[in-house]
């Protein structure tokens, strides 16, 4: 049984991450979802993760990256919301 009280997250090259506790260095989750969401994590065991959204409007993140912690804390995202 999964432990829903934990948010583990799993990159499309099989690595997976704890982010129960981690902080968020920056995001942009604005409903409608969409390619300009995204958020920027780092574990406690200093895992730096980017959550990103491949274009679902229901879905807030729909996959996840481990990237250095120059990239995390320089990140600038390429796509602002284009509302409908």
Same mark, same amino acid.
Do not use: C, Q, W
């Given at each position: 049984?999964?432990?829903?009280?934990?948010?583990?997250?799993?990159? *499309?090259? @099989? &690595?997976?991450?704890?982010?129960?506790?981690?902080?968020?260095? &920056?995001? /942009? /989750?604005?409903? *409608?979802? %969409?390619? !300009? /969401?995204?958020?920027? +994590? =780092?574990? *406690?065991? %200093?895992?730096?993760?980017? @959550? +990103?959204?491949? %274009? =679902? &409007? #229901?879905?807030?993140?729909? %996959?996840?990256?481990?990237?250095? =912690?120059?990239?995390?804390? @320089?990140? $600038? !995202? $390429?796509?602002? &919301? =284009?509302? #409908?």
């Amino acid at each position: 049984m999964t432990d829903k009280k934990k948010f583990i997250i799993k990159t *499309p090259d @099989g &690595r997976t991450a704890d982010l129960t506790n981690a902080t968020t260095l &920056r995001s /942009n /989750n604005l409903y *409608p979802f %969409g390619r !300009h /969401n995204y958020s920027i +994590y =780092e574990s *406690p065991e %200093g895992v730096f993760v980017r @959550g +990103y959204n491949s %274009g =679902e &409007r #229901e879905i807030m993140l729909t %996959g996840f990256e481990i990237i250095d =912690e120059a990239t995390a804390r @320089g990140y $600038t !995202h $390429t796509y602002t &919301r =284009e509302d #409908e």
